[in-house]
């Protein structure tokens, strides 16, 4: 078992930034691949970046690509998501999920293992 809590969410004008946390209990976290989702009001889950259990393999979708930077911290069980140049299209809720899977950091959401209840954010135009 694995117990994912995310923090750091929040409402914040466009243009400007925020760093969500993700925290794991339980399971060796050193050893999860870890990614951030997000769903807006009305919308599907969608990925937003994923990083492999060493940090050596990133992912991002083309949306947050060049903005978002994903990141670990295995001694701390933490996994980030800096935003920066935030939009009001990036509202919604912000999930980090864990997959206990070996291979490169999945971006479809039925391949992770584990979710943590979703940190609201809000960007407003």
């Known amino acids: 078992q694995a117990q994912l809590v995310e923090s750091g969410g929040g409402l914040v004008q466009a243009g400007g930034s925020l760093r969500l946390s993700c925290t794991a209990s339980?399971?060796?976290?050193?050893?999860?691949?870890m990614g951030w989702f997000r769903q807006a009001p009305g919308k599907e889950r969608e990925f937003a970046a994923a990083?492999?259990?060493?940090?050596?393999?990133?992912d991002y979708a083309d949306s947050v690509k060049g903005r978002f930077t994903i990141s670990r911290d295995n001694a701390k069980k933490t996994v980030y998501l800096q935003m920066n140049s935030l939009k009001p299209e990036d509202t919604g809720v912000y999930y980090c999920?864990?997959?206990?899977?070996?291979?490169?950091?999945?971006?479809?959401?039925?391949?992770?293992?584990?979710w943590g209840q979703g940190t609201q954010v809000t960007v407003s135009s």
């Open positions: 990083i492999s259990w060493g940090g050596g393999l990133i």
């Open positions: 999920a864990a997959d206990l899977g070996v291979r490169a950091p999945p971006t479809v959401a039925s391949d992770y293992d584990y």
């Open positions: 339980g399971r060796t976290f050193s050893t999860f691949a």
